[in-house]
């Protein structure tokens, strides 16, 4: 077997669906990181697990885990992970045993830790007071740190994820449950939505940026959360607010009290959230991600009008930037770009040649409506440039007679440390190149991105802070906590 053939075999073969997704994909794209969702006093509360997971599926494809709690059964813990996509690893027999009224669920897509079973949350630990589960979205920027120290003390570590070192920190606390839990909140810097469950509590937390979206909603008596509005609409639930950022949210037999870990300091929630990741029928901090978007392409048509003969999106999360740059514009908005959502993994694929075909088979062009016509391709972010080049060459290939490129988002040149897989900074083309240069690599006809402030103003916010509520360190270099340049620019979850 060749070299190449050996590569390749590395990079696709696995032994589960999706395993290792993100890695080497033909489609460079940012991946999303993980997503979370927890019931608290609502009858078969796995149940609506299910549904919230699969809402949230577009988070994270790789692996998924619930952990549920029955009140009125002693409180034992049931739970199950599985690799693969939600309706892969759980049926009802599965479901059936997840009874109870309190569940934290977590879909994986797995970056700083391994692509194993092991690596699946939500985290499961016996420690002296009990049973504790822990379901995260983020990354912990000092974790390898703190990692490091709890080693030298004794500490065995199960997995290589970085959510481990929070059961760790609470386990070794002689403090009250909630108190251990404030402790090591206060200890870990990153960016971070947190689900902690024990016999008799849930603890609900984000990180004292907002960085990591999470919402609450209601239920009946009881609360749901999860880290995107999306999935409270699936369960139907009423969205009540936004968890709030250093807030802790403490839920047993005695109801809900809400407390701090730590004060806001400085809002800032992650930029590609409202650019990319997030379901555009998702709502954060009130704005919703599909009228957002539809403002990201009106503002860069004004910014950046081209004559043209029809404008098209790259699916999905392009699609709402595309028809409000078309709405602004007067070009006829069509679908000159479809997705096969049914690919999952591409196989191995032992030539160049063969590769190209599996791109086709992810995306293709629709050649009747971009034959013969000046094309505007919206897209909302550029990574290493391999993916625009592709899908430039698709259209022209299909016969467009001009391709312009326009980006609904200033140029990513920066890694981010807050759970986004990112490549280095080496590897980001718009840290390397200037926007003529990026044009020449993609061969379009012109290419231009949002502005750093047309951005702003078009997902809106609060108008009295910072970059009005947003991180946006992956186009400015601005990060809101102290990282280190060496440490993984990755995802804990």
């Known amino acids: 077997m060749s070299d190449e053939v050996m590569q390749l075999s590395k990079l696709w073969a696995g032994s589960h669906y999706n395993e290792g997704i993100g890695r080497d994909d033909i489609f460079d794209k940012l991946r999303e990181e993980c997503g979370v969702f927890g019931a608290f006093n609502i009858p078969h509360a796995s149940s609506l697990g299910y549904y919230g997971l699969h809402a949230l599926q577009h988070r994270g494809e790789e692996s998924a885990g619930m952990c549920s709690v029955d009140s009125r059964n002693g409180g034992n813990f049931n739970y199950h992970r599985g690799m693969g996509l939600v309706k892969e690893v759980f049926n009802q027999e599965r479901l059936d045993a997840l009874p109870g009224d309190r569940v934290i669920g977590h879909v994986r897509y797995s970056t700083s830790g391994a692509s194993k079973l092991a690596n699946a949350q939500p985290l499961i630990f016996k420690y002296r007071d009990g049973d504790l589960a822990i379901a995260t979205n983020g990354n912990i920027v000092n974790a390898p740190s703190i990692r490091e120290e709890l080693e030298r003390q004794g500490s065995i570590f199960q997995t290589t994820s970085d959510t481990e070192v929070i059961a760790h920190l609470i386990a070794r606390s002689n403090k009250d449950f909630v108190s251990a839990a404030k402790d090591a909140l206060q200890r870990i810097i990153g960016g971070f939505a947190f689900l902690i469950m024990t016999n008799g509590k849930l603890l609900v937390a984000s990180d004292p940026h907002g960085l990591r979206p999470l919402v609450m909603g209601k239920l009946g008596q009881g609360y749901v959360f999860a880290s995107e509005t999306c999935a409270l609409e699936t369960c139907g639930a009423v969205y009540e607010r936004d968890v709030q950022p250093g807030e802790l949210i403490i839920l047993d037999s005695d109801g809900i ?29 009130g704005i919703n991600l599909h009228s957002a978007r539809k403002r990201m392409g009106q503002k860069l048509a004004l910014e950046s009008f081209v004559d043209a003969d029809i404008v098209t999106g790259v699916p999905d999360s392009s699609i709402s930037a595309a028809i409000g740059y078309a709405e602004q514009t007067g070009i006829p908005y069509e679908l000159g770009l479809i997705k096969n959502k049914y690919t999952g993994r591409t196989f191995i694929q032992p030539s160049q040649e063969l590769r190209e075909k599996g791109v086709k088979m992810k995306l293709s062009a629709v050649r ?32 467009a007679t001009e391709v312009h490129v326009r980006i609904t988002s200033p140029p990513f040149m920066n890694p981010c440390y807050y759970g986004i897989d990112t490549p280095d900074r080496k590897e980001l083309i718009a840290s390397q190149k200037s926007v003529e240069e990026i ?8 290419i231009t991105f949002l502005s750093h402030d047309g951005f702003i103003d078009a997902v809106g916010g609060n108008d009295g802070e910072y970059n009005r509520g947003m991180c946006m360190a992956c186009f400015d270099n601005d990060y809101p906590t102290p990282v280190d340049p060496k440490s993984e620019k990755s995802c804990s979850c």
Do not use: H, W
């Not at 959230?273 to 954060?284: G, K, L, M, Q, V």
């Open 257 to 285: 009290r809400l407390d701090r870990f730590e004060k806001l300091e400085r809002r800032a929630t992650c930029a590609m959230e409202y650019i990319y990741f997030a379901r555009p029928d998702s709502d954060i901090n």
């Open 439 to 446: 044009r020449q690599a993609i061969n379009a006809d012109s």
């Open 368 to 399: 009747k409506v971009v034959e013969g016509k000046r094309v505007v391709m919206i897209d909302d972010s550029i990574v290493r440039g391999t993916t625009s080049l592709r899908i430039v060459n698709m259209l022209r290939e299909a016969g």
